[in-house]
């Protein structure tokens, strides 16, 4: 059974900083590339950071580049993302994503509020 299981989030004030995690399950992990996607009410699900499966090469959306960073430990299955100078706009539903095509697979998601 595959599971996605995101920890880490909650309310933080503006400027602060949060570490996510997701632990994974039920398939072979380090095979597939690793994802945090993001949704604000109202809005359309992003992707916000992708770790490739050796952690050798990651992306970022651009309003995140320079205040987040994505890494992973292939052996503890699991993938991580350092969240710093966080903003109001940052507030969102937080989901792992995990894919090698044609599987993918998500977790349930965390929130996070960024509010004074």
């Known amino acids: 059974q595959v599971q996605l299981v995101e920890s880490g989030g909650g309310l933080v004030q503006p400027g602060g900083s949060l570490r996510l995690s997701c632990a994974a399950s039920g398939f072979t992990f380090s095979s597939y590339d690793m994802s945090w996607y993001r949704q604000a009410p109202g809005k359309e699900r992003e992707l916000v950071a992708r770790i490739t499966t050796a952690g050798s090469s990651t992306n970022f959306a651009d309003s995140v580049k320079g205040r987040f960073t994505i890494s992973r430990d292939n052996a503890k299955n699991t993938v991580y993302l350092q969240m710093n100078s966080l903003k109001p706009e940052d507030t969102a539903v937080y989901y792992c994503?995990?894919?090698?095509?044609?599987?993918?697979?998500w977790g349930q998601g965390t929130q996070v509020t960024v509010s004074s």
């Open positions: 994503n995990a894919a090698r095509w044609p599987m993918y697979y």
